[in-house]
C-alpha cells in the first residue's frame, strides 16, 4: 500500500513536471518569436537608413538584397518571410503623386499588406507598418497626406 502511494506521488510530480515544462517551452517559444520579430524590426531599419542616400537604382537594388537577405535569415531560423515586389504609379497606394511617375512597391502577398517599402524611379524611400507612410528620402514625386515622420533627405530634383 505504501508502494502504490508512492507511485501516486511520483505519477503526481512527473505530470506536474511535464506541465511546468510545457509552459517553459510555451515561454521560450514566444520570446523566440519575439526576439525574431525585433531582428527582422532592425533589419529593415538598417536597409532604410542605408539605402535612403543612394540613387534610385542603386536604392531599389539595396532594398531588393536586404529583403532577400531577411528572408534568407527568416528561413535560417525555421519562419517564413515573403514579399512581393510590385510596379506602381506614384498616385497609387495613398503615395499623392503623378500616374506618370513610376515606382516598385514592395509588400507582403496580401494585396492590402499593411507593411510596405516603396521606392519611386525619381529617388523617393518611403515605408510603412500598420500606420502612414514614412519618407526617408523625397524627390518631389510623392505628396504623402499625413505622414507621420519625415526621416528625409532632400534629393535634388532632376
Known amino acids: 500500500m505504501a508502494l502504490q ?5 511520483l505519477n503526481k510530480s ?17 520570446q523566440s518569436r519575439e526576439q525574431i520579430k525585433q531582428e527582422i524590426r532592425n533589419r529593415i531599419q538598417l536597409m532604410l537608413d542605408s ?14 538584397n536586404q529583403l532577400t537577405d531577411i528572408q534568407h535569415y527568416c528561413q535560417s531560423v525555421g519562419k517564413t518571410f515573403i514579399f512581393v515586389e510590385e ?3 506614384c498616385h497609387q497606394f495613398d503615395l499623392g503623386g503623378s500616374h506618370h511617375d513610376d515606382a516598385v512597391l514592395f509588400r507582403g502577398p496580401d494585396e492590402r499588406a499593411s507593411v510596405a517599402v516603396c521606392v519611386t524611379q525619381k529617388g523617393s ?19 504623402t497626406k499625413g505622414a507621420l515622420d519625415q526621416r528625409t533627405e532632400s534629393a535634388p530634383l532632376t
Open 5 to 9: 502511494s508512492l507511485e501516486k506521488r
Open 14 to 30: 512527473r505530470q506536474i513536471a511535464a506541465t511546468y515544462t510545457q509552459i517553459n517551452t510555451a515561454q521560450s517559444l514566444q
Open 51 to 64: 539605402a535612403k542616400g543612394l540613387q534610385s537604382k542603386l536604392c531599389l537594388q539595396q532594398i531588393r
Open 87 to 89: 510596379a506602381i504609379a
Open 125 to 143: 524611400l518611403l515605408h510603412r507598418n500598420d500606420s502612414n507612410w514614412i519618407v526617408y528620402r523625397n524627390a518631389g514625386d510623392v505628396l
